[in-house]
Nanobody, 123 residues
Framework: QVQLVETGGGSVQAGGSLTLSCEAS??????????MAWFRQIIGKEREPVAAIGRYGSTKYGNSVKDRFTISRDNAKNSLYLQMNNLVPEDTAVYYC???????????????WGQGTQVTVSE
């Protein structure tokens, strides 16, 4: 069982930056074995994948955030990060941290979810 808590959301003007953090409540050994990801949900739309990072640091990104967002992890701190640059109003959403032990290749199917943190980007 993993509990995930996201922090770092807030309001920012277009062109600005934010860094989201996600802390996992599990042993450091166990955390390093999880694949981690960020998703977001815009009001009225389905939740969409943003970025993912594997056990050994491999990353993948959704097309809408590629080259603007960077996912990273610090296994010593049981933490996941999402550096978001050059934000646009279309990035406004609730951002969720997710974890999965199975680490299925080419899958966005995750087992554990945080409560989400709101990001609002204004013109």
């Amino acid at each position: 069982q993993v509990q995930l808590v996201e922090t770092g959301g807030g309001s920012v003007q277009a062109g600005g930056s934010l860094t989201l953090s996600c802390e996992a409540s599990t042993s450091k050994f166990a955390y390093s074995a999880y694949c981690m990801a960020w998703f977001r949900q815009i009001i009225g739309k389905e939740r969409e994948p943003v970025a993912a990072i594997g056990r050994y640091g491999s990353t993948k990104y959704g097309n809408s955030v590629k080259d603007r967002f960077t996912i990273s992890r610090d296994n010593a701190k049981n933490s996941l990060y999402l550096q978001m640059n050059n934000l646009v109003p279309e990035d406004t959403a609730v951002y969720y941290c997710a974890a999965d032990f199975r680490c299925v290749e080419d899958s966005w199917d995750y087992t554990y979810w945080g409560q989400g943190t709101q990001v609002t980007v204004s013109e």
